[in-house]
């Protein structure tokens, strides 16, 4: 079976961290498939992964900066692409898939546009309509959907989508990934990001649903009724360039605004350091389908806070002190429950690191595997389990 991985439209680090971990492993797990993946330069540059037995098709897209432009090459060119490589299923790894796909067609559903309509009045109003209508259209349009929680499976039946074309798939945790002890690595960490005490840290990209404008809120709160000094680090490129400076611009009003850093983007490389020496890791979602940096604080031993919203208690379980998103006091109060009581710390890091016992990239792979090859009517030889049934 040769499968097809459309990977032209993914840009955010949830995206590339998929990408990152499905790649090397998809002809491990089945190496009788062979795989074609269709991605840009830009994203080529980023994916530090050796591509083993996939075949790499590069595709320049002009004014690839441009969100309209990338998705109307991705629906006019991407079809003649997929039928020159005689591809027999195409598995698109972003949130909008082909309309008209010319063979059998396996769509990931991984954003909150499709669920999420306090999006529609966000600063980038026309761009999330468009990508709520765009990805449910490309969901009806798809053979099958991989859904990353039960959640999002749950929203999805909500809004009358049929639940037997539906398979959930969780995403997996990257088993290097883990708690940092080198005292040499965590002070270059240290210097690299000029950290001079203890610290809260965020870690996502610059979004509205991240909800980073009550957190600075919540944040410059807790400060009031501190004496020891504290910052927030906040790590992720900004994709919404509105929301970016919405939010430098409240963080510049904010008391203790210069208390709270803005790294950007952070290599992977740097990140266990990052959550091994956070105080608290905190979420402040008002709306997510997984969560991978959730499952990366936990591998590395942070307490976590977190939005009570969407996917996140599904997969932070007993391991994270809740609170309401919308509540900046709430926000405040959680985090000020994990600082001031050591013994729940310990308790929540214990509990993490049992929590993500439950995910895994090998996992992810043969369920995923196991999909292709029931809409392309192939008989899977990838030791796959049972998917969980939609119910």
Known sequence: MHIGINALLSRSAGSLTYLHHL?????????????????????????????????????????????????????????????????????????????????????????????????????????????????????????????????????????????????????????????????????????????????????SSIYPHKNYGNLVKAFALLCQGRQAPLDLLIAGRTLDREEGQRLQRLIAQSPGGERVKMLGEVPWTDLSALYSMAEVFVFPSFVETFGHPLVEAMSCGAPVAASRASAIPEICGDAAVYFDPYDVHAIAAALEKILDDPAHRTDLVVQGYRQVQRFSWQRTVEQTLRVLESVAGVAGKSDTPALRPAE
């Open 23 to 203: 790649l090397p492993l998809l002809p491990v797990v089945n190496g009788e498939h062979t795989y074609t993946l269709f991605l840009t330069p830009e994203q080529q540059g980023k994916l530090r992964v050796d591509y083993g037995r996939i075949q790499v098709k590069v595709c320049r897209i002009p004014l690839y900066r441009s969100t309209v432009v990338r998705h109307l090459w991705h629906q006019i060119f991407l079809p003649s692409l997929v039928r020159r490589h005689r591809i027999d299923v195409l598995f698109s790894l972003e949130s909008v898939g082909l309309l008209r796909a010319p063979c059998p067609s396996v769509f990931v559903l991984r954003f909150p546009y499709q669920i999420a309509e306090y999006q529609v009045a966000s600063a980038q109003r026309w761009k999330t309509f468009a990508l709520h209508v765009l990805g449910l259209w490309s969901a009806r349009r798809s053979d099958r959907v991989i859904v990353v929680s039960e959640y999002l499976r749950d929203a999805l039946r909500a809004k009358g989508f049929p639940l037997e074309r539906m398979a959930v798939v969780h995403h997996g945790r990257d088993e290097a990934m883990g708690r940092v002890t080198d005292l040499a690595v965590l002070q270059q960490a240290r210097q690299r990001y000029g950290i001079n005490g203890p610290y809260l840290l965020a870690v």
